[in-house]
């Protein structure tokens, strides 16, 4: 039985490549611009073969794959595991892919009914959802509310170490479009902590978004605002709007504790959104998170 | 004094111009590909000289423009006039610019302080919203809430002939944005009344908006929605929670009429929504409004 293995985030842009041991340490660890967006069919799998083992040096090790990599875009789909869906429970759902040589799995995304109607999905947060329950044995058991900031932010609410139902918000792919393609372009932004409270305050209850977000350009034009405080004010408005709104979609009160994993530059204008609404946030590392998730699920498949 | 009078209706990407009688009688009419957003200073008084009032066989007739025309990307920056603003207050600060020949005005925009905070501000919706007043006594007592839907919709309360408040919501270049950049894309649109109703439901009270957009990429993904229905349910949802939030920002309350006014079509999605919401619609065509308006501004400054 190896006692090393091939862990890969692979999402839509971007892949990131470990070779880790069984407790989740890294030996190795490298960044390809291989997302998945740009992949021919067919040729996930062939690069994969021909330029990842090589490079990482791990033509002889098992390999476990996390992200989009799962999908229609990716190496092939594999079918969504239903919430509420527990770790071991996905653990046995790791779907193993045709590829020559040590055997290559790929985590399934999830797929919840929203507490608001229709379905809701995600591949790759999972895993640091579980790789963020793994590290403490207090996160898995009650009941926890995660959020995962990002082009397509992810809110889960842990029970018993389950996943028991998700929402997304795609806060962070509105926050490019408006900020690069909308009327609310402008040139020479500078961060500005104060135009980002500004924004949470603008937010306001979360509700009556597309006419909230009119106010980056109006209090521009009608002389109220720096042209260059826009892009923050806007952060703050969409991100202030979210953390207002998400929590009770999923039943969760105020004041609740929310762990927040990702990006720590993006986590902590989260934290800051939070604080102002009453909730208290602790911060984890989204990296740490997908590899402690891929270890758990290899040492579950590889069991000493 | 002139009986006629040259009407253009100028805005950020399109023209349409008039030659008029007082009474808003069409004599000749002609749409210029002509938008604000191209111009390079100096540029929209020059070919208006060159071009417009040669094509419109206008050179001896006094002109009335409004639109973006007045905005820093038009012909110059006309100072917006704040509300409330009455038809009489406007009628008096219409700004005549400096050109050659008969005198030239521009109607100015406004601006408001929105209920939620910030400044909020119109230019050429203004000048249909009084159009639609002009064609009726009874439209000019009492409290009316008009909507324009467009790029940037505008709502306005509309008290005793003047316009008290009004706030826009950018639904229109939200779908734009998200049916063309964004991972709500999708291919083959057709478009469809029930997806567009399902889009309504969606919407709920028009809160958690950033959310509930993800519906529209998280259906089909999750196999509950064909692709081909995504942009209609899109639709629905947009400008579904902007009719649930909006007239509470205004402080109007459930059931109460409605003017809409605008392009018919779009116009006739909203009657959809509101009816939806519980709110009587009546459309108006906003062309139709904002010859009106431009007449009714000339007869205030060249009266009989």
């Known amino acids: 039985m190896a006692d090393r293995f091939l862990a890969l985030d692979w999402g839509t842009t971007n892949m990131r490549a470990y070779v880790a041991d069984r407790s989740g340490q890294v030996l190795e660890r490298r960044d390809f611009p291989l997302g998945v967006a740009g992949f021919a069919p067919g040729e996930a799998a062939q690069r994969f073969a021909t330029e990842v083992r090589p490079a990482m040096q791990a033509e002889a090790l098992p390999a476990l794959l996390c992200g989009m990599i799962g999908s229609t875009l990716g190496w092939q789909a594999v079918p969504y595991a239903d919430c509420p869906a527990t770790f071991p429970g996905l653990a046995g759902a790791l779907h193993r892919v045709e590829a020559e040589g040590p055997p290559v799995w790929i985590v399934p995304g999830l797929r919840t009914q929203r507490p608001d109607g229709g379905p809701d999905v995600m591949r790759g947060e999972e895993t640091q959802i579980f790789g963020w329950a793994m590290a403490d044995a207090a996160r898995q058991r009650g009941t926890h509310l995660v959020c995962h900031p990002g082009t397509h932010a992810k809110w889960a609410r842990v029970v018993d170490n389950g996943i028991d139902q998700f929402v997304t918000a795609m806060t962070g792919e509105l926050f490019a ?128």
Chains 1, 2 share one sequence.
């Open 177 to 304: 479009l408006l900020r690069t393609h909308s009327a609310l372009k402008v040139a020479g932004a500078v961060p500005s902590d104060a135009a980002f409270e500004q924004g949470l305050v603008a937010a306001g209850d979360g509700g009556a978004l597309a006419s909230r977000l009119f106010t980056a350009r109006s209090r521009v034009v009608g002389g109220a605002m720096d042209p260059r405080d826009a892009e923050s004010y806007l952060s703050g408005l969409l991100i202030g709007a979210e953390v207002a709104a998400t929590p009770g979609l999923l039943g969760i009160s105020k004041g609740a504790d929310i762990a927040v994993i990702g990006d720590p530059t993006l986590c902590e204008y989260y934290r800051r959104a939070m604080a102002w609404h009453g909730y208290r946030a602790s911060l984890f590392d989204g990296e740490a998170a997908v590899l402690a998730g891929l270890a758990a699920f290899y040492r579950e498949c590889h069991p000493c």
